[in-house]
């Protein structure tokens, strides 16, 4: 059983920068694929990036590409989401998810990752 649990979400004015972090409680870390995915108020939940288990691919939205930088330490069991250039646009909840399956790469599909955590709220004012 792996718990993700997310912190860094916030209130932000548009053009600013946000933080977010998922802590794994996973021996093994380093096993899993890792994805953030967002939902917004009325929307389906979508996928924002993801990190593959070295952390030697990453795959990313369009939406957020050249904006946000997804990153992980597998010695401090924790994946990050660094967003810049913020928009109203962005205002979700943040989800981070673990994949057991990937190998070498990462996967896009919400149905394939296995945890999730409970998710922060990231807010943009315009």
């Known amino acids: 059983q792996v718990q993700l649990v997310e912190s860094g979400g916030g209130l932000v004015q548009a053009g600013g920068s946000l933080r977010l972090s998922c802590a794994a409680s996973v021996r093994t870390f380093s096993s899993y694929a890792m994805g953030w995915f967002r939902q917004a108020p009325g929307k389906e939940r979508e996928f924002v990036a993801a990190?593959?288990?070295?952390?030697?691919?990453?795959y990313y939205a369009d939406s957020v590409k050249g904006r946000f930088t997804i990153s992980r330490d597998n010695a401090k069991n924790t994946v990050y989401l660094q967003m810049n250039s913020l928009k109203p646009e962005d205002t979700a909840v943040y989800y981070c998810a673990a994949d057991r399956e990937q190998a070498m790469g990462v996967t896009v599909w919400r149905h394939e990752y296995d945890y999730w955590g409970q998710g922060t709220q990231v807010t943009v004012s315009s």
């Open positions: 990190i593959s288990r070295s952390g030697g691919r990453i």
